[in-house]
Structure formats: C-alpha cells, structure tokens
C-alpha cells in the first residue's frame, strides 16, 4: 500500500514558536495515534480557531494539529505538512490515554478538531474530517479501526468532543469511527464496490416527509448529494437494501433508476388512488 487519494489540501499557517501554543519540540517516538475533538465553538470556522491561538500564543499552554471546517483543512502546528511536533490537546493529568495507548496523548499523538454550526456546511465539514483522519493514519502507518480516540474517552469528567459537534449534524461517535475505516479503504483502493452489495430489486412510489437528500451511487452519507428535494414529493425506487449506512438505527436505503440512493427515513409509502 504506497498511494492514498488526496481529495483535499492542507494548508499550513503555523503558530509563532517557541510560545505556549507551540513549543517546537518534536513528536519522539513517533506518532502513535490520534485524538478527534471538536472546537466547543458553534459556528467558529477553522481560521477563526487558528488566528485566535496565534493571537493568544502565550496566554495559555492548549493547542491542537489541525483544524477542518466546511472549506478548508488548516494545520497550526505541523504534522502532515512538516515533521510532527507536539500539541497540548489533552492534560498529562489524565491517565486513560496512557491505558490505551501507552503514552500521553500530548508527546505521540496528532490532535485534529472539527468545526460546527450554522455557518458551516456539515457535510463538506464532516467529509474533510474523516479524510484528514484518515489520511493521518496512512501517512504514519496506523491502524484506523484502532487509532483514533475521543477527547471524551480520555477525559470523561470534562469533554464531550467531539460528540457534540458530531451530534449537531446528527452524527454519531461510532458512525465516525466506522466511516474513517471506510474512508481509509477508499483512499487506498481497498473500498468495496458497491456493485458487490446486494440491493435485491423492488418498485414503488413513495412521498418524502422532509427535505431528503439523493446520494450519488452508494447509500450512505459520505456520498455527494447529487439532488436535495422538499418535502412531498414523489420519489419512485426500484430497489431497497438493509446494508446502508444506520442513521437514527435505521440501515434502509432505497435506490433509484439511475442507481443513486436515498434513506428511508425521509420518506412514507405513497397512498393509494
């Protein structure tokens, strides 16, 4: 496994160092894993997050990798753009990330926020953050299935993130967790084809009960929406599989004539007459 599909940029703008926000100091052993955070900020972009430590970079010693947003992958303190350097994201204090992974997350691991809110696309958000996760895990040889770890796992009595920024477009942790393993094997040619997922053929009609997405060829949110359509509008399928993605416990996704999928949630059965 030597490529991986490099759908984004990420854009250097480092912090000022030495300071309290970046010491320069080197990752040593290696990256080791990551943890996934959100900004606890609805609605702050990834460079309002960035100009706000290079404004404050000696106010206090917190700091993360990188931030991504709905339009841009920024990264503040090396680690895809440069040798990985370390970031203070979670307190020594805590000792999970030393049970887990046998060292504190600060010296070894890459520290990746996700930003939220009214201003900013989830979608497109939540697309370049499962990808910059998965391209971290690539780029320093880690296992996605087992690499990654929530603030909130490691300090349960202070955080939530990223469950909340999650939570704001409807997300789970463990739909994160399952989606960078597939974005992983997508990136690096090991994605299963969606021709091999049996949709058994069935017809109908059917009326959505909100504004409902058309996902391009694969039912799941990771896919581009190639349609959104309001709400009481006739949708026809002529398949169903139970293998999509599970949104709110549901896995069912319909497919269309032109092969594109929406979820069953959005939608009732068409009366009759």
């Known amino acids: 496994m030597s490529e991986f599909r490099e759908k984004y940029i990420v854009t250097p703008r480092y912090l000022r160092k030495p300071s309290k926000r970046r010491s320069g100091r080197l990752i040593t052993p290696g990256v080791h894993f990551i943890v996934a955070h959100d900004t606890g900020n609805r609605g702050s972009t990834a460079i309002n997050n960035v100009e706000y430590y290079e404004t404050t970079h000696n106010k206090e010693k917190a700091s993360a990798h990188i931030f991504v947003d709905d339009r841009e992958i920024i990264e503040c303190i090396p ?68 690499s990654v770890a929530g603030h909130f796992m490691l300090d349960p009595q202070r955080k939530k993130d990223p469950v909340t920024g999650l939570a704001d477009s409807r997300r789970t942790y463990e739909q994160l967790l399952r989606d960078i393993v597939l974005e992983f094997n997508e990136c690096t040619g090991q ?46 399928y002529t398949g169903l599989t139970d293998t999509g993605e599970a949104i709110n416990g549901n896995p069912l996704w319909y497919r269309n004539a032109n092969g594109d999928f929406f979820w069953s949630g959005g939608v009732r059965e068409k009366p009759e007459g």
């Open 79 to 146: 680690a895809l753009t440069g040798s990985p350097e370390k970031a203070w994201h979670v307190w020594y204090s805590r000792p999970m990330d030393n049970q887990m992974f046998g060292y504190d997350a600060n010296d070894v691991a890459i520290g990746v926020e996700y930003c939220y809110g009214s201003r900013i696309d989830p979608v497109e958000a939540y697309r370049k953050y499962i990808w910059t996760i998965a391209f971290i895990c690539f780029r320093f040889g880690l296992d996605p299935a087992k």
């Open 191 to 236: 994605g299963t084809s969606m021709d091999s997922v049996e949709v058994p053929p069935e017809e109908g009609k059917l009326i959505t009960i909100a504004r409902l997405n058309i996902r391009k060829g694969e039912p799941n949110t990771r896919a581009h929406i190639i349609q959104t359509v309001p709400a009481n509008t006739e949708l026809s």
